[in-house]
């Protein structure tokens, strides 16, 4: 029964979802071109149709077995990019602040740092804190919301303070599970490795 249920991570490239995977990733400069274009509309076509290939590819490769180690990084890779594009190209638009790209940016800047020092002590990338991943979904819905504001201002007294309001606490809580991950990864570090028995005992066995 647990072989039956278990899911299998293979290593192949070319699946259909890492497929659709590679067409979000595709889409990321065409959204960021369009949203300093300003041409707010059409940058969220391209984002719904962004987040419906996500979903196809997170429901495919789950229910035909198509999970790969190559998806597993690319579907997150493509939410980063995505909330990057959208912060540099409203930044630009001046309708978000300089300060949130940077805190956003800077954060994860960070965290790549402390993850290259947790690799030369021989350790991998540490568990996602789940206030890492509520961040990341206020962050990824927060942007759009404030876009629907810009593409139609008839809306935007009713987006605008639901998309700040989803922006400011998802900044907060992005470097709030910063900190945790850089806290618990300062004290991953610091445990002592056990020591290699000396070369005479294993010889000698």
């Not at 997170?58 to 939410?79: E, W």
């Not at 568990?127 to 504001?149: E, Q, R, S």
């Not at 900190?179 to 618990?184: A, D, F, G, P």
Request: proline share 6%.
């Amino acid at each position: 029964m647990d072989d039956v249920n278990r899911t299998e991570v293979s290593s192949r490239i070319f699946t259909l979802p890492n497929c659709l995977s590679f067409v979000r990733l595709a889409l990321v400069p065409v959204f960021l071109v369009l949203l300093i274009g300003g041409d707010y509309v059409l940058a969220l076509v391209t984002l719904v149709v962004s987040s419906v290939t996500d979903f196809l590819d997170g429901l495919i490769a789950r229910r035909f077995n198509q999970i790969s180690r190559l998806g597993q990084l690319l579907d997150p890779a493509a939410d980063r990019l995505f909330i990057f594009a959208t912060l540099i190209g409203l930044a630009i638009q001046q309708i978000v602040p300089w300060w949130l790209v940077l805190a956003i940016v800077g954060r994860d800047v960070v965290l790549l740092a402390v993850g290259v020092v947790l690799a030369n002590h021989g350790y991998g990338p540490l568990p996602v804190h789940h206030l890492g991943k509520v961040a990341t979904f206020c962050l990824f819905y927060a942007l759009p919301i404030i876009m629907i504001g810009q593409a139609f201002p008839a809306v935007g007294f009713v987006t605008d303070p639901i998309g700040w309001a989803f922006a400011i606490w998802g900044a907060f809580l992005y470097w709030w599970a910063g900190i945790i991950y850089l806290r618990e990864s300062v004290r991953v570090v610091r445990i002592p490795l056990p020591a290699e028995p000396p070369a005479s005992d294993t010889l000698g066995h």
